[in-house]
């Protein structure tokens, strides 16, 4: 093993053009910090999942280069290695939210930058895992219903113009009943969609679980019931975190969630977990405390950002 970090990235991810650019980019300022890496490009989809875990395995320190999807697959590939191996992520998406639950912003030079100053801290991660068997775990958010719907049409959309995918989605969306368990509560009865928040945004920064904490063992859990066109008049909130408190938004706090349509003939929401479509409901969520350790900055810089342009914190909910 000829170098520290494995970087692995997505070369046709976005806009490949862009991507290539990025990437570039990002070896001339790991260039310049000294930084020992070896990239590695994925072939195709679900390869950075098994490239991480045998990068990991191999002893590397592993980064995603990429979109959500690249950091989600990267880090669920590294965790599942059981290696130990520490991980990390170089934000080059559009959403770029799985970086930004661990504080990492949008910006490719600071994210080499965190790199080279080595700072290391544990967070909570999610982990899914739906009655189908299939299993993920997630940095971001869990959810299902409308904004599941999003995420899949987006995956399968190469036009990723992601407001026009939520107006089309918007037009033929029906909601329906589901039941959300939790530790000391159950929520039976309408929902566009459910929220089980382990970071605070999805969608590029839109805060649907803004009070959501990666240190304190608990997903924010928002369940959304707002009409169809009222939730497009919700987004401009989203974005500026000031969503919540809403009166037809229930919250809670639980370290383990089920969700299930509450009418078996109805057809099933899907769930999603950092953009990731897992498959129809039911689904089984579950916190883990101080889950893994990451390559993150010391304080978390996109709280700060978002201060520094809205004069508060997200997770403040004072309007």
């Not at 000829?2 to 990002?26: C, H, M």
């Not at 990991?56 to 590294?78: L, P, S, W």
């Not at 649907?208 to 997903?219: E, I, S």
């Amino acid at each position: 093993m000829e170098a520290d970090y494995a970087i692995i990235y997505n070369p046709v991810a976005g806009k490949p053009e862009q991507t290539e650019k990025d990437i570039e980019y990002a070896k001339k300022c790991l260039d310049d910090l000294n930084i020992s890496y070896k990239l590695f490009k994925t072939e195709f989809a679900g390869h950075a999942i098994s490239l991480a875990n045998q990068l990991a395995k191999e002893g590397y320190r592993v980064i995603g280069a990429g979109g959500d999807g690249t950091c989600n697959e990267v880090f669920h590939g590294v965790i599942s290695s059981n290696s130990g191996a520490l991980c990390g992520f170089i934000p080059m998406g559009s959403g770029n939210d799985i970086p930004a639950a661990i504080g990492i912003t949008p910006d490719i030079k600071r994210a080499c930058e965190i790199i080279a100053e080595n700072h290391t801290s544990k967070s909570d991660i999610g982990f899914a895992k739906t009655d189908e068997g299939v299993e993920r775990y997630f940095l971001g958010i869990g959810s299902q219903g409308f904004d599941a719907e999003v995420a899949r049409r987006s995956n399968e959309n190469k036009e990723k113009n992601y407001n026009a995918i939520i107006l089309k989605t918007l037009f033929s969306w029906k909601s329906r009943e589901i039941r959300v368990t939790m530790d000391n509560d159950t929520y039976e009865g309408m929902a566009n969609l459910a929220a089980v928040g382990n970071g605070g945004a999805y969608g590029g920064g839109m805060y649907v679980c803004q009070k959501a904490k990666v240190d304190d063992g608990l997903f924010d859990i928002s369940v959304v019931d707002i009409g169809k066109f009222k939730l497009l008049l919700q987004f401009k909130r989203m974005y500026n975190a000031s969503l919540l408190p809403h009166p037809n938004i229930s919250e809670y706090q639980s370290k383990k969630v089920r969700i299930e349509m509450k009418n078996p003939e109805d057809e099933p929401y899907n769930c999603q977990v950092d953009g990731e479509v897992l498959g129809p409901l039911p689904v089984t969520y579950e916190s883990i405390k101080d889950g893994y350790e990451f390559i993150r900055p010391k304080i978390d810089e996109v709280a700060e950002a978002f201060k520094e342009k809205y004069g508060r914190y997200f997770y403040i909910c004072e309007h």
